[in-house]
């Protein structure tokens, strides 16, 4: 099996992908810091490896940690091992810290937050409508990143001057570029910031999910303080960074696919549609780390070896051929079905893709609405991914607004 390093600067993540699916479903790769894991590719195989319980999230089964070949300075340690949550447990415990979680991320509870995310992206939109007419916009900064990073603050009850610290440790977190000697502190730094807030909820508790983690630990549900904090990063981590991904995303394909951006503002095709195909098509999501074998698995016609490192490409997985058709490549928001899987699938699917989805649902109507000339200021062939192997994640997205709807329209 020939084995493919991932790019660090990810400068051809749909050519990466599309190497990955040539190779199998089950590819042999090398993360960046050369360690070496296995993907898989292809979406039937993923969907059966992600419910396979000898597939598991034990650190301590992997070949390579028990060789002590993984560095506590690699730069994606702190997603391979980023202590206890319900990332990195099975079992008992997993449905014990999921149930926490998800019973207040509920599609009924999360449709609570509908008008709070309302007024958030008004208010986003009044800034932009404010700015010089022909300025060019790095809407993924002005509004692509503040309004899931306020929801899920408000969901947890982060505070807004917290932001500028976790915008800059988030950005060492993910970046396979963080200096090997800054891991360690970086990971320190989030531990201190995460426990801090945990102090001040458990001092003073509020109506958001951290003070119920707190109260959950305090009646009987045995949440430790690791698993408090470490549930409180995940959260923070997950529910802003795919949100951002999926509003710029979105904005891409439609820039780069006129005909269907025109259908979508006439009313012709629906943003329901353009947001799945754009969850599959160009997944926020490239590659989840990293779940290890208990035993030899049999995955098509090649084997996963006990004890090995798995990670799941959802770049990849998300245009295969066998799950699409031969217009798996295509960008096509009235396909249908679209049974894509980009938040994960079986008992270990983001309990957050409801959130994701009404944010999105909310603020790219709105923002149409506001400015129905959006457009790239660039050719989308300069638009850069930031050197993040598990993140579709753009450095910026360069914009011009047009005409605020209402305004010499």
Same mark, same amino acid.
């Given at each position: 099996?020939?084995?493919?390093?991932?790019?660090?600067?990810?400068?051809?993540?749909?050519?990466?992908?599309?190497?990955?699916?040539?190779?199998?479903?089950?590819?042999?790769?090398?993360?960046?810091?050369?360690?070496?894991?296995?993907?898989?590719?292809?979406?039937?195989?993923?969907?059966?490896?992600?419910?396979?319980?000898?597939?598991? &999230?034990?650190?301590?089964?992997?070949?390579?940690?028990?060789?002590?070949?993984?560095?506590?300075?690699?730069?994606?340690?702190?997603?391979?091992?980023?202590?206890?949550?319900?990332?990195?447990?099975?079992?008992?415990?997993?449905?014990?810290?999921?149930?926490?979680?998800?019973?207040?991320?509920?599609? &009924?509870?999360?449709?609570?937050?509908?008008?709070?995310?309302?007024?958030?992206?008004?208010?986003?939109?009044?800034?932009?409508?404010?700015?010089?007419?022909?300025?060019?916009?790095?809407?993924?900064? +002005?509004?692509?990143?503040?309004?899931?990073?306020?929801?899920?603050?408000?969901?947890?009850?982060?505070?807004?001057?917290?932001?500028?610290?976790? &915008?800059?440790?988030?950005?060492?977190?993910?970046?396979?570029? /963080?200096?090997?000697?800054?891991?360690?502190?970086?990971?320190? *730094?989030?531990? /201190?910031?995460?426990?801090?807030?945990?102090?001040? &909820?458990?001092?003073?508790?509020?109506? *958001?999910?951290?003070?119920?983690?707190?109260?959950?630990?305090?009646?009987?549900?045995?949440?430790?303080?690791?698993?408090?904090?470490?549930?409180?990063?995940?959260?923070?981590?997950?529910?802003?960074?795919?949100?951002?991904?999926?509003?710029?995303?979105?904005?891409?394909?439609?820039?780069?696919?006129?005909?269907?951006?025109?259908?979508?503002?006439?009313?012709?095709?629906?943003?329901?549609?353009?947001?799945?195909?754009?969850?599959?098509?160009?997944?926020?999501?490239?590659?989840?780390?990293?779940?290890?074998?208990?035993?030899?698995?049999?995955?098509? *016609?090649?084997?996963?070896?006990?004890?090995?490192?798995?990670?799941?490409?959802? !770049?990849?997985?998300?245009?295969?051929?066998?799950?699409?058709?031969?217009?798996?490549? +295509?960008?096509?928001? /009235?396909?249908?079905?679209?049974?894509?899987?980009?938040? !994960?699938?079986?008992?270990?699917?983001?309990?957050?893709?409801?959130?994701?989805?009404?944010?999105?649902?909310?603020?790219?109507?709105?923002?149409?609405?506001?400015?129905?000339?959006?457009?790239?200021?660039?050719?989308?062939?300069?638009?850069?991914?930031?050197?993040?192997?598990?993140?579709?994640?753009?450095?910026?997205?360069?914009?011009?607004?047009?005409?605020?709807?209402?305004?010499?329209?």
């Amino acid at each position: 099996m020939t084995r493919i390093a991932l790019d660090p600067f990810v400068t051809d993540l749909d050519g990466e992908s599309a190497a990955l699916r040539a190779a199998g479903p089950l590819a042999e790769v090398e993360l960046p810091g050369g360690v070496h894991v296995y993907a898989v590719t292809r979406h039937a195989e993923a969907r059966a490896l992600l419910t396979d319980s000898r597939v598991v &999230k034990d650190i301590n089964v992997w070949n390579a940690w028990q060789r002590g070949e993984i560095p506590m300075d690699w730069p994606l340690i702190g997603l391979a091992n980023p202590g206890r949550s319900m990332l990195t447990v099975d079992g008992a415990d997993h449905r014990r810290l999921r149930t926490l979680v998800a019973q207040a991320l509920t599609v &009924k509870r999360v449709e609570r937050l509908r008008g709070g995310i309302e007024a958030l992206t008004n208010a986003s939109l009044e800034r932009l409508a404010a700015l010089p007419a022909g300025q060019q916009v790095d809407l993924k900064a +002005e509004f692509a990143y503040p309004l899931p990073m306020n929801v899920i603050s408000e969901l947890m009850g982060v505070d807004a001057a917290d932001h500028p610290r976790l &915008k800059e440790l988030f950005e060492k977190f993910f970046s396979t570029q /963080t200096p090997p000697e800054e891991v360690p502190q970086m990971m320190a *730094d989030l531990g /201190t910031l995460f426990t801090k807030i945990v102090d001040s &909820k458990r001092a003073n508790p509020g109506d *958001d999910l951290t003070s119920a983690l707190i109260a959950a630990s305090e009646d009987g549900d045995h949440l430790s303080d690791e698993e408090i904090v470490n549930t409180l990063q995940l959260i923070i981590a997950a529910g802003h960074e795919t949100t951002i991904s999926l509003i710029v995303n979105v904005v891409e394909a439609l820039a780069t696919h006129p005909e269907q951006r025109k259908k979508v503002l006439n009313g012709e095709i629906g943003w329901d549609g353009v947001i799945e195909e754009t969850l599959r098509w160009n997944t926020p999501t490239s590659h989840v780390l990293i779940r290890f074998a208990t035993e030899d698995i049999e995955v098509g *016609d090649q084997v996963l070896p006990k004890g090995e490192g798995l990670i799941v490409s959802f !770049g990849a997985l998300g245009r295969d051929e066998e799950q699409y058709g031969p217009t798996a490549g +295509e960008f096509d928001a /009235t396909r249908t079905p679209n049974r894509h899987i980009a938040f !994960g699938h079986g008992p270990h699917v983001c309990p957050g893709a409801a959130l994701s989805r009404l944010e999105a649902g909310i603020a790219l109507p709105a923002l149409y609405e506001r400015f129905p000339e959006l457009d790239l200021a660039v050719p989308a062939s300069e638009l850069r991914n930031k050197p993040i192997v598990t993140q579709n994640d753009l450095h910026e997205l360069p914009v011009e607004l047009g005409c605020p709807f209402g305004h010499g329209n």
